[in-house]
C-alpha cells in the first residue's frame, strides 16, 4: 500500500469509486480508495439500480443527466458490461397537481436538455400494456404520464466495477480491507489516516464516501455530518406469466412504471417484477454510527409496511397478483434532510471533501464524481452546485433533526413537490425572538436553513394555513395587500435570520478588497453591495459590507449562506493575524422598516436625523432607536421603498419591535412576510442570491456591471472578467413582463424561447408583481435578446406565453423612492 497520495478517497461504494474515476480523468492519477471490507458492501449491493432522471432540482438534474449520459458510454471505455436496460420511465398521473408538478419539471427539464415526453393515458396503455387505466376511488384514472424514453436500470455492483477498472487503468490504487480508523492533520497541513491494521497513509486531499458510515466518518475530524440513513424496501416477485406471455410475443422490456400518487415504483427483473416503495413510518437507523455487527447485511422486511402499496400496485397491475413474493430486500438508504446529497468542501477544515448522503447514489454516482473530481481539481465545480453544497446545511442540524426531517423527506419522495411546500417536522427550531409576537399577527411560517420566516400574515378571520399549489393560492389577495402596504405606507419584515460577520483589524479592509469584485468602501457609514467571485468569475456570494468605525466592518449575507459564507470568509482568512472574523448571526437581530411613512416612524424613536441631507441613501449609522442602543441603521432594503434595515443587539428585539409598532401605528404600520418581499424584490429587478446569481453567471452576465471594479486591483476572479468582456457577454440579465397568464405565474426554472422557438435562456425568478399588477420574471437570455422591448415566450405549466423584455427596475426605475 502507497504511503503517500494526492488524494484519498474513503468508501468504495459507487459514489466513492466514481470520484475515484473522474479524479484520473481529470488527470490526476496519483490517487486511492480505500474500503472497509470489498467494494459495493454498503448499500450499493442492494440497490435496485435505477436511474430516474426526473428530479426537480436544477442541479441534480444535471448531476443525474451526466450519470446517465456516462453509464451508456463506460462498457465501451472499459470493456466492463453495467447491464445497462434502457427501458425509459412511465411516471403515472392521477390527479391535476400531479400533471402540474411534471409540467413544472419539465421547464427544467428542458433547460439542461434532458429529453421527455408529456402522454396522454391512451399512450401509457400502448407502452405498458400490462397496466390498468383505472377510474375508480381504489384506482384513480390515469390523467396523463411524464415520460423518459432514455433511462432505466443498471446493475449497480457492475457499474461499480467498471468504473473501478476506469479508474485503475489510469494509474488509480483500490485497497479493499482497508477501514480508517483515525485521521490527523500533519504539520505539513496533509491528512494522515490510520487503517484499522495499523497501516497510515497521507494525502493532500480526503474524500468521504462512506454512505451509512458518514456520521462515524464525519466524527473522527469532528464534523456533525447531516446524513442518517433510513430503512427502505422492495419486494422481489417471481415469474409472471402475464409478463412471460407478453413478452414471448414480442414485447419489449417494459418501462420502469411509477404510480406517484400511490408512492411505488415497478420494474421487471427476471420476468418478474420488483416493486418498491417509499411507504410512511420508515424509521432512521444508525443515527449513531453502524454497529459492528451490521457488515453486509439487511434488515428483517416489514410486510406492514408494504401491504397498502402492494394492494395499490396490484389493482394497477393486476399481472402482480399471479405472481409470489421471492424476497424482501430492507436496506439502509443514506438520507440528509431535504434529500439532496452532500457534494463539495467539508466545513471548517481545509481539503476534505464530502460525497455523501446519496439516497438515489446509484443515479447520481456519476455525476457527483464528476463535479467533485472538478472541484477537487480546479478549485470550483463546473456547474452550480449549491444545491448539493454541504454547507447548505448549519450548526442546527443536530442527530434528532435529522432523524426527523429524513424521516419526512423519504416518505415525501413520492408526494407533489410544490413550489410552496412547507414540511411540518422539527419545527420550529431556530426563531426569531418575536416569533411569538408574529404569530399573534397571523404569521403563516415557512422554514430555511432552519429560521422560521413568515411567510405571510393571515388577516384576522382568515385560516393560517397555505393551501400548496403551482398556481396562485388561498394567500395571493393576502401577500398583494402585504405589498401595497409597503409601497403605500409602512411594513415591517423580520430578518434576523441574515448572515452577520464582523470583520476587523488592521488587514481588514485590503482582505475584503481581495474577496469581492466592488470597491470595498472607505469611509465610515458607506456600504457597498459586493459579490465574492468563483475564478472563473461566477457568483459564489453577495455581501452588503458596511464600514461601521475604522478596521471594522460589518458584512451581512443570506441568511441560507451562514455557514456557506462563514466557511469560505474563515478559509480565505490571512495567516498573519491582521485580520479579526467574527460569526454574529445569532447576537444581532434585523427588522427591515420600509415605505414611504417609515422616517416619520423611525424619527419618533431615534435623534439621529434621517433626512437626505443627514442620512442619504447607501449610508449607514450606529444609532439609538427607542430604549436600544448600538444599532446598525442601514438605508438600503430589498423591497425597493424608503426604508432602514435596523441591525440591533438580539436582546432588544421585544423593545424595538413594540416601539415601532406603538410609533407606527397612526401611520397604518403592519407586518410583511417573505412571498410579498418576492413580489416586491422583483419589481425592483432585484437579484436574489442561490437563484438568480450563482456560480453560473458573472456579475456582466447578471448585469451588475455597476458592481465591478476591474481597475481596482486584484481581485478573485477579475482575470475571467476581463477575458468576458474580451470575449463578449454570452448571457444577460433580463426582467420579463409575462403575459397571458391566468393563474400561473413563473416561479424559476423557466425556458425562455425566441420567436423561432428556439430556448434562448432561463428564467431564474418569478412571481406577480401585486403593484405593478403584472406577472414577472427575471433570468438570463442570450444577449442579444436581452435588450428591453424583444418579444420571447416563456414556458409554465408547459403553456408557452408571451414575455416582453422590460427595462430593468419596472416598479420605480430611477429609485425615487429609495432616495425619497
Ligand atoms: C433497498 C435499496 C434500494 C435502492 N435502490 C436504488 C436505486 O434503484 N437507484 C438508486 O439510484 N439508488 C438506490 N438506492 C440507493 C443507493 O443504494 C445508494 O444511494 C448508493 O449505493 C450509495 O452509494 P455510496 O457509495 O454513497 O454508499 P455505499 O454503497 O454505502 O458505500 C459506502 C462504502 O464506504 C465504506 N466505508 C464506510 N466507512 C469506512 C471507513 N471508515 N473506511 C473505509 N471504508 C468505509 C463502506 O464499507 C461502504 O462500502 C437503494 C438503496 C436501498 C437501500
Not at 454516482?365 to 446545511?393: C, K, N, T
Not at 403593484?771 to 416563456?794: F, M, N, V, W
Request: proline share 6%.
Amino acid at each position: 500500500m502507497k504511503t503517500h497520495v494526492r488524494v484519498l478517497v474513503i468508501g468504495g461504494g459507487v459514489v466513492g469509486v466514481s470520484t475515484l474515476y473522474h479524479l484520473t480523468k481529470k488527470g490526476w492519477r496519483d490517487v486511492a480508495l480505500i474500503e472497509r471490507t470489498e467494494l459495493t458492501a454498503g448499500s450499493t449491493w442492494h440497490a435496485a439500480g435505477l436511474l430516474p432522471l426526473f428530479n426537480m432540482s436544477y442541479t441534480v438534474g444535471q448531476l443525474h443527466k451526466y450519470s446517465v449520459d456516462l453509464y451508456k458510454r463506460l462498457p465501451a471505455e472499459t470493456g466492463q458490461d453495467v447491464s445497462f436496460h434502457v427501458t425509459g420511465n412511465l411516471r403515472l398521473a392521477t390527479s391535476r397537481e400531479r400533471m402540474d408538478e411534471y409540467y413544472k419539471y419539465c421547464g427544467t427539464a428542458n433547460t439542461i436538455g434532458v429529453p421527455f415526453e408529456v402522454i396522454t393515458a391512451q399512450r401509457v396503455k400502448e407502452l405498458w400494456p400490462l397496466v390498468e387505466l383505472g377510474g375508480n376511488a381504489d384506482t384513480p384514472a390515469i390523467v396523463g404520464a411524464l415520460y423518459h424514453p432514455d433511462d432505466g436500470h443498471i446493475a449497480p455492483a457492475d457499474l461499480t466495477m467498471a468504473l473501478r477498472k476506469g479508474a485503475r487503468s489510469a494509474g488509480a490504487e483500490v485497497y479493499e480491507h482497508t477501514e480508517a480508523v483515525a485521521i490527523e492533520r500533519t504539520a505539513s497541513g496533509e491528512w494522515r489516516v490510520r487503517t484499522a491494521k495499523g497501516a497510515e497513509i497521507s494525502a493532500e486531499h480526503l474524500v468521504l464516501a462512506t454512505g451509512n458510515y458518514a456520521r462515524q466518518t464525519g466524527r473522527l475530524l469532528g464534523l456533525n455530518v447531516p446524513a442518517i440513513p433510513v430503512e427502505h424496501q422492495y419486494i422481489v416477485y417471481d415469474e409472471s406469466p402475464e409478463l412471460k406471455a407478453y413478452r414471448q410475443r414480442g414485447g419489449r422490456e417494459l418501462a420502469v412504471l411509477r404510480e406517484s400518487d400511490k408512492s411505488y415504483y415497478l420494474r421487471e427483473e427476471r420476468m418478474g417484477w420488483i416493486l418498491g416503495p417509499y411507504e410512511k413510518g420508515a424509521p432512521a437507523r444508525f443515527a449513531d454510527g453502524v454497529p459492528e455487527w451490521f457488515g453486509r447485511s439487511l434488515f428483517p422486511g416489514d410486510l406492514d409496511r408494504l401491504v397498502p402499496h402492494v394492494e395499490a400496485a396490484t389493482r394497477r397491475v393486476p399481472a402482480l397478483e399471479h405472481c409470489g413474493i421471492k424476497d424482501i430486500v430492507n436496506g439502509p438508504i443514506s438520507y440528509t434532510p431535504d434529500g439532496t446529497p452532500l457534494i463539495g468542501p467539508a466545513w471548517g477544515v481545509p481539503n476534505v471533501w464530502l460525497n455523501e448522503g446519496h439516497s438515489f447514489g446509484i443515479t447520481a454516482a456519476g455525476g457527483a464524481g464528476w463535479q467533485l473530481a472538478e472541484w477537487i481539481v480546479e478549485g470550483e465545480p463546473g456547474i452550480d452546485m449549491l444545491a448539493a453544497d454541504p454547507r447548505r446545511f448549519g450548526p442546527y442540524t443536530s442527530k434528532r433533526y435529522v432523524v426527523k426531517k429524513n424521516e419526512e423527506t423519504y416518505r415525501n419522495v413520492f408526494t407533489v413537490h410544490f413550489p410552496d411546500e412547507e414540511r411540518p417536522d422539527a419545527r420550529p427550531v431556530k426563531t426569531s425572538p418575536v416569533y411569538d409576537k408574529l404569530s399573534a399577527r397571523g404569521a403563516v411560517w415557512g422554514q430555511r436553513y432552519g429560521w422560521e420566516r413568515a411567510n405571510w400574515f393571515a388577516p384576522p378571520g382568515v385560516a393560517r394555513r397555505d393551501s400548496w399549489s403551482f398556481r396562485r393560492s388561498n394567500y395571493f389577495e393576502h401577500v398583494g395587500n402585504e405589498a401595497r402596504l409597503m409601497r403605500e405606507r409602512v411594513g415591517v419584515i423580520d430578518l434576523t435570520p441574515f448572515t452577520k460577520h464582523e470583520v476587523t483589524g488592521p488587514g481588514a479592509e485590503a482582505w475584503l478588497d481581495r474577496l469581492v469584485a466592488n470597491k470595498v468602501p472607505a469611509k465610515i457609514g458607506r456600504m457597498a453591495l459586493s459579490h465574492a467571485l468563483t475564478v472563473r468569475g461566477g457568483i459564489r456570494s453577495e455581501f452588503t459590507i458596511t464600514k461601521i468605525a475604522e478596521q471594522h466592518y460589518y458584512v451581512v449575507s443570506a441568511g441560507a449562506a451562514e455557514r456557506y459564507d462563514g466557511d469560505y470568509l474563515l478559509k480565505s482568512l490571512p495567516a498573519d493575524g491582521s485580520v479579526g472574523l467574527r460569526n454574529i448571526t445569532n447576537s444581532r437581530g434585523c427588522f427591515v422598516l420600509a415605505g414611504p411613512r417609515s422616517r416619520d416612524v423611525l424619527a419618533q424613536l431615534t435623534d439621529t436625523p434621517l433626512d437626505n441631507t443627514a442620512f442619504p441613501w447607501l449610508t449607514a449609522q450606529v444609532i439609538e432607536a427607542g430604549l436600544a442602543v448600538d444599532v446598525y441603521a442601514l438605508r438600503v432594503n430589498f423591497v425597493g421603498a424608503l426604508g432602514w434595515e435596523l441591525h440591533f443587539p438580539v436582546e432588544y428585539a421585544h423593545h424595538l419591535f413594540d416601539a415601532l409598532f406603538e410609533a407606527g401605528a397612526a401611520h397604518g404600520i403592519g407586518m410583511v412576510g417573505m412571498r410579498a418581499m418576492e413580489s416586491l424584490r422583483l419589481e425592483k429587478s432585484y437579484r436574489m442570491w442561490g437563484s438568480d446569481i450563482t456560480p453560473d453567471y458573472t456579475p456582466f452576465e447578471a448585469s451588475l456591471d455597476r458592481f465591478v471594479r476591474l481597475k481596482k486591483g486584484a481581485f478573485i476572479g477579475r482575470e475571467a472578467l476581463e477575458r468576458q468582456q474580451a470575449a463578449g457577454v454570452p448571457n444577460r440579465f433580463v426582467t420579463l413582463e409575462v403575459h397571458e397568464v391566468t393563474d400561473a405565474d413563473p416561479l424559476g426554472n423557466e425556458p425562455l424561447f425566441d420567436k423561432g422557438g428556439r430556448m434562448v435562456g432561463r428564467a431564474t425568478s418569478g412571481y406577480y408583481g401585486h403593484c405593478l399588477q403584472k406577472s414577472l420574471a427575471i433570468g438570463y437570455a442570450r444577449t442579444e435578446l436581452a435588450t428591453p422591448g424583444t418579444e420571447l415566450a416563456i414556458e409554465i405549466l408547459g403553456e408557452r406565453k408571451p414575455a416582453t423584455v422590460l427595462p430593468e427596475s419596472p416598479y420605480d426605475p430611477d429609485n425615487l423612492q429609495l432616495r425619497a
